[in-house]
């Protein structure tokens, strides 16, 4: 983890959001009176959702003057957003540097998920993502993760609604470990937002060197959701081009070499693809593959995109495989993505390299 703030804020000052909250004191240690000057800092920022040091009232006004001209505490901006006729609601979020990235809001009546972008863009090229057709500009900086979810918050106006994470919006978060581990330790921070590692899902395509550091992670390693899409090599590599690096039997190896704890389970995510890897035999591979983990295998139709050669299978298809994965002896769930009408769901985030403003 890095000794100190990212300088990739706001007139390039360093952000204080890369850091854990319990951190703070000691990164304002030569600017601050009094250690709990610093705690009164992480209040306003993480308990009230203020983000300008000169609106925090309970500091003197040097002291606020002074952390304003050398930090940052301000999450990404609110450029735009898209609400869905299902109450999801997509963010067109405007970085520091111009560049701009995606996220969404899924309320239930008990909680709510945020869905979180690791990266500008994504260099995976998954042929049925709209998000890899992108290309990659850059990855975000922890500060810039954490941030995502401040502001995400304070526009929902809900805090006290329980908050579950998902790593699930534009970008590979493996292909940005350093900063996606920094942003996770952020957020299980007891003196920032304290959540639990139950309440956070990092979703990858499999890049096998870094879900097998993920056990440095001890336990505040999150839970993994795994994007497989096929039950063979040859489909794959074809739909998912990282699998020709790492392939299926290398992938699930290094799942496998993790260690899992009480009552947790892995997920499989399986975006069916109409004549691609839809087939029965596809579901058989899968109890095979499979057998042995604590797995559960969301099932996720595709979401049609404008320009790409696929199709969603019919409602009947999809039940038949969901019937054949359950006879594997896998649990097995359709997972109808949300926010379609407003491009906010699974693989349709695209917009990210758009220039704000």
């Not at 995400?152 to 493996?174: C, K, S």
């Not at 559960?296 to 696929?310: F, Q, R």
Request: glycine share 8%.
């Amino acid at each position: 983890m890095s000794e100190s703030p990212d300088t990739s804020a706001s007139d390039g000052l360093p952000s204080l959001l890369d850091l854990p909250a319990s951190r703070w004191r000691e990164a304002m240690a030569e600017w601050v009176d009094a250690p709990y000057r610093a705690d009164q800092v992480v209040d306003w920022v993480f308990r009230k959702g203020v983000y300008d040091f000169t609106e925090m009232l309970n500091l003197p006004v040097e002291l606020r003057t002074g952390l304003a001209q050398r930090y940052s505490v301000e999450p990404p901006s609110i450029n735009r957003s898209f609400e869905s006729e299902d109450g999801t609601q997509r963010y067109l979020l405007g970085l520091a540097d111009g560049l701009s990235v995606e996220a969404v809001t899924m309320p239930y009546e008990d909680r709510v998920t945020l869905c979180l972008s690791s990266q500008v863009g994504c260099r995976f090229a998954c042929r049925f993502c709209q998000t890899g057709v992108m290309g990659l500009a850059r990855s975000l900086t922890a500060g810039e993760i954490v941030g995502q979810v401040l502001r995400l918050r304070t526009e929902l106006n809900a805090p006290d609604l329980p908050v579950n994470i998902v790593f699930m919006g534009q970008g590979e978060p493996l292909d940005n470990a350093e900063s996606v581990s920094q942003a996770i330790g952020g957020l299980q921070d007891p003196s920032g937002p304290g959540l639990s590692w139950r309440r956070i899902t990092l979703s990858t395509v499999g890049v096998v060197p870094e879900i097998k550091r993920l056990a440095e992670l001890g336990a505040q390693r999150p839970r993994l959701a795994i994007s497989l899409n096929a039950s063979t090599d040859e489909v794959r590599s074809e739909i998912m081009p990282v699998n020709r690096k790492w392939p299926i039997s290398e992938l699930l190896a290094a799942i496998r070499s993790l260690s899992w704890r009480t009552r947790e389970r892995v997920t499989f995510e399986y975006v069916l693809l109409a004549g691609v890897n839809d087939h029965p035999e596809d579901a058989q591979r899968l109890g095979e593959l499979l057998r042995g983990l604590p797995a559960k295998v969301n099932l996720i139709p595709w979401n049609e995109l404008a320009g790409l050669p696929y199709e969603r299978p019919s409602a009947r298809a999809i039940e038949q495989f969901r019937l054949q994965v359950l006879r594997g002896g896998l649990d097995a769930l359709v997972r109808y993505s949300r926010g379609t009408d407003i491009a906010a769901a699974c693989g349709q985030l695209h917009a990210a390299v758009a220039r704000s403003g």
